[in-house]
C-alpha cells in the first residue's frame, strides 16, 4: 500500500506540472527565414511586450514629473512601486494601483499586437490599422448605452476610454473617407499642431513582425505613420528598424545603431538645405555621451544637464524622446535595466520614453533576460487591468511563424 501511495503521489505531480493541451508549447524547429528557432522568437516578441511594460510601470508613478520632484519623494527609482495619481485618459483607468501597473502607453501595445495578429500578409494597410483605432473609440462610445445605472462614476471611467482616443478618432476619419484637406486639416490640429510622438506609441511593436528586417519594418511603420508630422515619422519607423534589427539572433549594438545610418527608404539624407533631422539627434546623443562620461563624479547627472538644454515646449516632442532614448541606451550601453532607471529617473515623459526603450531593449535581450519585475508586470496587467501579456505574445509569435 505504500508503494501504491507513493505511485499515486508521482503521478498528481506529474500531472499538475503538465501543461494543458490547448496550451502552446515553442519548439526548437528553426524557422529559416528569420533565423530563429520557435522558442527564441517566442522569447523576444514576449520581451519586447514585457520589457516596454516595465518600462511603462516604471514611470507611472511619476509620469511628467520634475527631476526634483522625483528625487524628493521617491529618491532614486530603480524597481516598480505603487502608485496613487489622478485617472486620465493618457494615463492610468484606475486612480490607485498596485507596483506593475501602466498607461496608455501599454494599451497601445496591446490595440497593436491585436492588430497585427489578424494580419494575413507582412505587407500592412494604414487604413486598416486606423479602422482599428476608430472601432476603438466607437465601441468606448457605444458603452455608454450599456451603462444600466443614474449614478456618475460609471460614466466618467467610460469618459476616460471614450477620451483616450478621440484626438486619433479625428484624424481617423478623414483618413478613412481620403478627405484629403480634411485629413490635413485634423493633422495640424492633432494635439494642438505639436510633432508629438504619435507613432512611437506603437513602433516597437510594429518591428517585431519583421524580425531581422529592418528595412522592412521601416517601410511599413512608415505607412502606419499617419499621426506623426514631419521628421517625427521618420523617428517612428527607425524605432521600428531598430526594434527588427534587435530580433536578430545574436544581435549586437552596432548592428542595431547602423540602422540609424542605413535604413532611410525615404531618402531624408537627400533633404534640400536640411538633411536627415533623426540623424543629427543621434549625434547630438554622442557628444552628450561624451561630455557627460568625461565627468568622472556624476555622469548621470551631467547627462541630464546636458539632455536640459535640448528641451522642447512638449515633453512628449518627438524630437526630444528620441533624443532622451538614445543618449539612455548609449550612456548605459543597452542594459535594460541602466536605461530604465536613466529614462525614469530623468523625468519629462518618462513612461513613454521608457516602454520605447525597453520594448527596444526587451526584442534585443529576450523576455528571459529581463529583470525580475517582469512576473509583477504581467500579473498586475492580468489581474488589474485585463492585458494578457502572456497570451498577446504567444498569438502573435504563431501570426509571425505562419507569415515565415
Known amino acids: 500500500m505504500k508503494n501504491i501511495g507513493s505511485i499515486l503521489f508521482l503521478v498528481i ?59 524628493l519623494e ?55 490599422f486606423v479602422q482599428t483605432i476608430l472601432n476603438e473609440y466607437l465601441a468606448a462610445i457605444a458603452n455608454y448605452k ?58 516597437p511593436a510594429i518591428g517585431v513582425f519583421y524580425p531581422n528586417d529592418p528595412e522592412k519594418a521601416y517601410k511599413e511603420m512608415y505607412e502606419l505613420s499617419i499621426y506623426d508630422q514631419g521628421y517625427a515619422r521618420d523617428i517612428s519607423a527607425l524605432a521600428a528598424a531598430m526594434t527588427a534589427a534587435g530580433m536578430k539572433k545574436n544581435a549586437t549594438q552596432n548592428v542595431m545603431l547602423d540602422v540609424l545610418r542605413s535604413v532611410d527608404p525615404q531618402g531624408y539624407f537627400k533633404s534640400r538645405l536640411v538633411g536627415r533631422s533623426s540623424y543629427r539627434i543621434l549625434r547630438q546623443a554622442l557628444i552628450i555621451l561624451r561630455d557627460a562620461k568625461a565627468d568622472k563624479e556624476n555622469p548621470m547627472k551631467k547627462a541630464f544637464e546636458l539632455l536640459d538644454q535640448n528641451q522642447q515646449d512638449m515633453p512628449f516632442h518627438a524630437g526630444e524622446i528620441h533624443l532622451q532614448v538614445l543618449t539612455a ?50 500579473k498586475v496587467a492580468k489581474e488589474e487591468l485585463g492585458i494578457d501579456l502572456e497570451k498577446l505574445a504567444k498569438d502573435l509569435t504563431l501570426k509571425i511563424i505562419q507569415l515565415n
Open 329 to 378: 541606451m548609449l550612456f548605459s550601453d543597452f542594459d535594460f535595466q541602466k536605461t530604465m532607471e536613466f529614462l525614469v529617473n530623468y523625468g519629462r515623459d518618462n513612461d513613454t520614453t521608457a516602454a520605447i526603450a525597453g520594448g527596444i531593449l526587451g526584442a534585443y535581450t529576450g523576455f528571459e533576460k529581463l529583470p525580475a519585475d517582469k512576473w509583477k508586470v504581467i
Open 146 to 203: 450599456k451603462i444600466n445605472s443614474t449614478e456618475p462614476e460609471p460614466f466618467e471611467e467610460n469618459t476616460l476610454h471614450v477620451a483616450w482616443l478621440q484626438e486619433w478618432a479625428k484624424v481617423a476619419k478623414p483618413y478613412l473617407a481620403k478627405d484629403v484637406d480634411g485629413y490635413a486639416d485634423a493633422l495640424s490640429r492633432f494635439y494642438g499642431g505639436e510633432m508629438v510622438c504619435a507613432g512611437l506609441l506603437y513602433a
Open 13 to 71: 505531480i506529474y500531472t499538475s506540472c503538465q501543461k494543458p493541451e490547448n496550451e502552446t508549447q515553442f519548439t526548437q524547429e528553426s524557422i529559416t527565414e528569420i533565423n530563429l528557432t520557435e522558442a527564441e522568437l517566442y522569447d523576444k516578441v514576449l520581451g519586447n511586450l514585457v520589457g516596454s511594460a516595465i518600462g511603462d510601470a516604471m514611470g507611472a508613478p511619476t509620469e511628467m514629473w520634475s527631476r526634483e520632484s522625483i528625487q
Open 74 to 128: 521617491y529618491g532614486h527609482v530603480a524597481d516598480l512601486d505603487s502608485m496613487v495619481r489622478e485617472a486620465s485618459p493618457e494615463g492610468t483607468w484606475e486612480t490607485n494601483l498596485p507596483a506593475g501597473g501602466t498607461t496608455d502607453d501599454t494599451r497601445w501595445k496591446k490595440l497593436t499586437y491585436q492588430y497585427l495578429t489578424t494580419q494575413n500578409s507582412k505587407d500592412l494597410k494604414a487604413a486598416d
